[in-house]
């Protein structure tokens, strides 16, 4: 009976021991539910504070990638979004935020929009959600995926995926062909490495100018940065 009880002992002390760590690993990768709004990359801090803006001189040189652009090519202000398809404050920037700035500065060539993959590892949708955005790409209807899939977030499984490719309309066995051999994974890769190089730890995160804001902001923190910028154009 006493060795039994030793073993139950352990039992118990080797099963505490997994569900602690499974805790632990689970709390390293939750969303940051700081005030700026951002999901974090595991064990890391993004660095920001209110209103999250930062500045860098050498970042716009360390960020040399093109992503699908919405908006004049030769607007004076560039906005790179680094984004996860799979991240709340991504899809409230998108569904809050976006259609301002869409109307006040890509609307009227003051700004362009360029979009850059982050997708986190411990979203398990988000890596084929951004080589379907790709993949939609080659055939001229990125941002309609884009927009498709932030609309439909819980629901963008391959097979999801792959019903969006037919709602907007593409060639779906060209798509599914894309999407199934992961030819888009380099890309999406290339898009991180930049972004870790620019002092991106999580989405989303949007380089205006070459500065850093960090978050899903209120709109007033984008305008004020957004119209810093003009003003220097104009100076």
């Known amino acids: 009976m006493k060795n039994e009880s030793m073993l139950i002992g352990v039992a118990g002390l080797i099963l505490g021991a997994m569900i602690a760590f499974a805790y632990l ?3 390293a990768q939750v969303h940051d539910q700081n005030n700026n709004g ?3 990359v595991a064990g890391m801090d993004s660095g920001a504070e209110a209103p999250a803006q930062q500045e860098s001189a050498n970042i716009a040189e360390k960020v040399s990638l093109q992503g699908s652009v919405k908006g004049d090519p030769n607007a004076p202000v560039k906005i790179i979004e680094y984004s996860d398809f799979e991240c709340p404050y991504c899809a409230k920037f998108y569904k809050e935020t976006l259609p301002l700035i869409e109307k006040e500065y890509i609307s009227t060539g003051k700004a362009k929009l360029e979009y850059r993959h982050f997708p986190l590892a411990f979203h398990k949708n988000a890596q084929k959600a951004a080589e379907a955005s790709e993949c939609a790409a080659d055939q001229g209807k990125f941002w309609e995926m884009h927009d498709i899939i932030f609309e439909n977030q819980e629901q963008i499984a391959i ?3 792959k019903t969006y490719a037919v709602q907007i309309g593409l060639d779906v066995q060209e798509f599914n062909e894309c999407l199934d051999s992961g030819i ?3 890309k999406i890769r290339d898009d991180v ?3 870790k190089d620019a002092g991106v730890s999580g989405t989303p995160s949007f380089l205006i100018n070459g ?3 960090v978050g899903a902001q209120p ?3 984008f ?3 957004i119209d810093g910028e003009l003003a220097k154009k104009s100076s």
Do not use: N
Request: hydrophobic share 45%; charged share 20%; proline share 0%.
């Open 223 to 225: 305008k004020q940065v």
């Open 38 to 40: 951002t999901c974090l």
């Open 25 to 27: 690993t689970m709390f």
């Open 193 to 195: 490495a930049s972004g």
């Open 159 to 161: 097979d999801d995926l």
């Open 219 to 221: 709109y007033a923190v």
């Open 184 to 186: 888009k994974s380099a």
């Open 211 to 213: 500065r850093l804001v």
